[in-house]
Nanobody
Framework: QVHLTESGGGLVQAGGSLGLSCVASGNIHAPTFRINTMGWFRQAPGKQRELVATITNDGITHYADSVKGRFTLSRDNAKNTVYLQMNRLKPGDAAVYYC?????????????????WGQGTQVTVSS
């Protein structure tokens, strides 16, 4: 079982900055278990959930066009943590932000994959 704990959400004025953290915990140290890509998604009221940014376990990042140049995603594998630094926030960035982790469990012959999600953290941007 894997749990993702998010923190850092809150209220910020447009143009300001906010940082979101996501820490993976649980049975993550088993020798056959691995966390692969991690990232953040967001969902505004009445909107579809959308990708914000992802990062592979070797540090390759991908950003949605809407946040390129403003958001930075980093990863600390030793601490099982990803951090999303959000700068120059806009009202359109307001949403519930969800941490996501793609995980893998393997045996000699089998390989299983599963996505885990955090509970979500609210980001509100005032103008």
């Amino acid at each position: 079982q894997v749990h993702l704990t998010e923190s850092g959400g809150g209220l910020v004025q447009a143009g300001g900055s906010l940082g979101l953290s996501c820490v993976a915990s649980g049975n993550i140290h088993a020798p056959t278990f691995r966390i692969n890509t991690m990232g953040w998604f967001r969902q505004a009221p009445g909107k579809q959930r959308e990708l914000v940014a992802t990062i592979t376990n070797d540090g390759i990042t991908h950003y949605a066009d809407s946040v390129k140049g403003r958001f930075t995603l980093s990863r600390d594998n030793a601490k099982n943590t990803v951090y999303l630094q959000m700068n120059r926030l806009k009202p359109g960035d307001a949403a519930v932000y969800y941490c996501n982790a793609e995980t893998e469990w393997s045996t000699v012959l089998d390989r299983y994959e599963r996505d885990y999600w955090g509970q979500g953290t609210q980001v509100t941007v005032s103008s």
